[in-house]
């Protein structure tokens, strides 16, 4: 699915994460990335494959808050920054 589409279950869509527009000057590179989002309903009948969620769904459908639509896998970044002391690092950032 993408931003056009209307898929009304979890999916990914674009979203880009400008640093300079944050005013975070300290980020030397990248100045933006894209990081995406998901959102959409996760319909029950997709999640049966955890059996966590699906007795958890069946012990107290009423009392327990619905699965949530999150990303199944995250990408690290290289970003190249002042840390406080003014040295310039490059590092790569986990999971973003």
Not at 46 to 54: C, I, V
Request: net charge positive; charged share 20%.
């Amino acid at each position: 699915c993408d931003e056009h589409s209307t898929e009304s279950r979890c999916c990914r869509y674009p979203l880009t994460v400008d640093f300079e527009a944050f005013g975070w000057d300290w980020i030397i590179a990248p100045k933006r990335y894209k990081a995406n989002y998901c959102s959409g309903e996760c319909e029950f009948v997709f999640l049966q494959k955890y059996p966590h969620t699906h007795l958890v769904h069946q012990a107290n459908p009423r009392g327990s808050a619905g699965p949530c639509c999150t990303p199944t896998k995250m990408s690290p970044i290289n970003m190249l920054y002042f840390n406080g002391k003014e040295q310039i690092i490059y590092g790569k950032i986990p999971a973003m």
